[in-house]
């Protein structure tokens, strides 16, 4: 058992750590507080071949694996969370359902823009009527000659509504089972097919550089081929997409986590009250002690799920488990962090103040807490 990194992944870690300090952290207060999405911070991690990282080069990715990922993901976190899950869901679950399930064609279509972050794809399965409960998706696509008809919506969808997301995976009823439950199968579904409209963002708490959309489709029409694997195969799709991508939302929680506690350091060591740094108390110091704890072991727990994941061993329960605690312990620092910073702590020119707003919807996205707690007690067979 090794938990250290190899030489490559270091570099990897290293190289993205430096991107997120001098590129992307100069620029996005801005881009948070006027809600814009950061075109040109996306294009140069495009450059650096973030969104090609879990993928084999043979479709155009940089022939990494989903632990690169991870690391990449942490170090962006570390400085942002909008930026980190742009690149999450681009990768995750953009690009891997077509890269995990497409056809050799759809992969030549897609593949080659998502990989080079030259477009993004949204993953559609929330619908404004259920999130917890995919079981209950209401949208439909109904095969009419050639083509599906898709009517319904979906909501909370990141990356949907970009100036260059290329296309969204809609989750759909398709039939019903022998059994009698629900077929759901995956459609994908171009940007512009007549049909299919984009809301306007929604007003976020946290997370407002990033780019998230209700969408609806109406009649919207899409050539037969555009059916994402077997027809009726949408759950367990979704199931394998979501439990790998909790070990990806582990990672980010990890480094907002991580960056609770730089940006607490930094601070105690410059802030003196009765004539001292407030760092010099022991009350503070506990606090960023049992900051750098939580930090420290969430992401051990990731690193295991990662690395059960890799090695093709069952890993549900740990990627159940790292997201759970890694969410968690995310929202505990960034309270921490904040009290820190006392009144600066809630002004939205310090970074502790966005890490606040963005800790609380790692507990809800890609699966709730009690969604995590409910896989990890059917795990143990209860
Ligand atoms: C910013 C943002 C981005 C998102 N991006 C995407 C995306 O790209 N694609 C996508 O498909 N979705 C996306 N989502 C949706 C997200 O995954 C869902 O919001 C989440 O899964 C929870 O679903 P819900 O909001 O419908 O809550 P609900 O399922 O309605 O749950 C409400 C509450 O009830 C609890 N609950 C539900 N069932 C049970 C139970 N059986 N036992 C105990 N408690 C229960 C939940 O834990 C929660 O606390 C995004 C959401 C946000 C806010």
């Given at each position: 058992m090794d938990f250290r990194l190899t030489d490559e992944q270091a570099a990897l870690r290293n190289s993205v750590r430096d991107f997120a300090r001098e590129v992307v952290a100069p620029v996005i207060a801005e881009h948070y507080e006027q809600h814009t999405f950061p075109y040109e911070v996306i294009r140069q991690m495009g450059k650096m071949g973030l969104f090609g990282l879990p993928f084999g080069e043979e479709h155009g990715g940089m022939g990494g694996d989903y632990f690169a990922l991870c690391l990449a993901l942490e170090e962006i976190a570390r400085?942002?969370?909008?930026?980190?899950?742009?690149?999450?869901?681009?990768?995750?679950?953009?690009?891997m359902p077509v890269y995990r399930f497409g056809t050799e064609e759809q992969k030549a279509t897609w593949l080659p823009k998502l990989l080079s972050g030259e477009a993004l794809a949204g993953f559609g399965l929330t619908e404004p009527g259920t999130g917890s409960d995919a079981a209950g998706t209401l949208t439909r696509a109904v095969l009419d000659g050639d083509q599906w008809v898709i009517n319904g919506s979906k909501a909370f969808i990141t990356n949907s509504g970009t100036d260059i997301t290329a296309m969204v995976t809609v989750t759909a009823v398709t039939g019903t089972n022998p059994d009698g439950s629900k077929e759901l199968?995956?459609?994908?579904?171009p940007t512009g097919t007549p049909g299919f409209t984009v809301a306007p963002g929604y007003s976020k708490v946290g997370w407002t550089a990033s780019d998230t959309h209700e969408l609806t489709f109406d009649d919207c029409r899409v050539p037969a081929a555009n059916l994402l694997g077997a027809r009726g195969r949408g759950f367990a799709q979704f199931l394998r997409i979501l439990d790998e991508g909790r070990i990806a939302i582990a990672a980010l929680a990890v480094g907002l986590a991580q960056g609770c506690v730089d940006e607490s350091i930094k601070y105690a060591k410059e802030r003196h009250a009765f004539g001292r740094p407030i760092g010099a108390n022991q009350a503070i110091q506990f606090k960023i002690a049992d900051m750098e704890l939580k930090a420290h072991t969430a992401r051990l727990a990731y690193y295991d799920a990662a690395a059960r994941m890799l090695a093709g061993e069952p890993f549900k329960r740990q990627a159940a488990i790292a997201k759970l605690h890694a969410s968690t312990i995310a929202v505990d620092n960034a309270r921490e962090a904040t009290q820190i910073h006392g009144g600066y702590g809630f002004m939205n020119e310090y970074p502790v103040a966005r890490f606040w707003r963005d800790s609380k919807i790692l507990e809800i996205g890609e699966g709730t807490s009690e969604v995590q707690r409910m896989i990890i007690a059917r795990d143990l067979g209860l």
């Open positions: 400085v942002d969370s909008s930026v980190a899950i742009t690149l999450e869901a681009a990768v995750s679950l953009g690009a199968s995956t459609i994908i579904v």
